[in-house]
């Protein structure tokens, strides 16, 4: 399974910003999908998931602002982001899972990553 993240970038605060996650390979295998990021000397965090099936969970701090989606057609994950913040600057990677976690040692594919720099 390959997944490779799309749609990073420099937007002002409280501007928004739509992700994509292309996934090709073994895909039928895959059960769910998440986005993760790393903010410079931080630890890697799980931002929201979505199964196979389209139930979501989303870290506490970004409820009710992001949105994680999924076009099965594309074999395409989203992450719509909006009233971005300083503070989630970061490198936002793309995630796949044979088996649904929120933990990011139950994913087993990454794609590289996707800087998103959020200016005050």
């Known amino acids: 399974v390959q997944v490779v993240e799309s749609g990073g970038g420099l937007v002002q605060t409280v501007g928004s910003l739509r992700l994509s996650c292309a996934a090709s390979?073994?895909?039928?295998?895959?059960?769910?999908m998440a986005w993760f990021r790393q903010a410079p000397g931080k630890q890697r965090e799980m931002v929201a998931t979505?199964?196979?099936?389209?139930?979501?969970n989303y870290a506490d701090s970004v409820k009710g602002r992001f949105t994680i989606s999924r076009d099965n057609a594309k074999n395409t994950v989203y992450l719509q982001m909006n009233s971005l913040k300083p503070e989630e600057t970061a490198v936002y990677y793309c995630?796949?899972?044979?088996?649904?976690?929120?933990?990011?040692?139950?994913?087993?594919?990454w794609g590289q990553g996707t800087q998103v720099t959020v200016s005050s």
């Open positions: 995630a796949a899972a044979l088996c649904y976690s929120s933990a990011r040692g139950a994913y087993d594919y």
């Open positions: 390979g073994s895909i039928l295998s895959i059960n769910a």
């Open positions: 979505i199964t196979s099936g389209g139930a979501t």
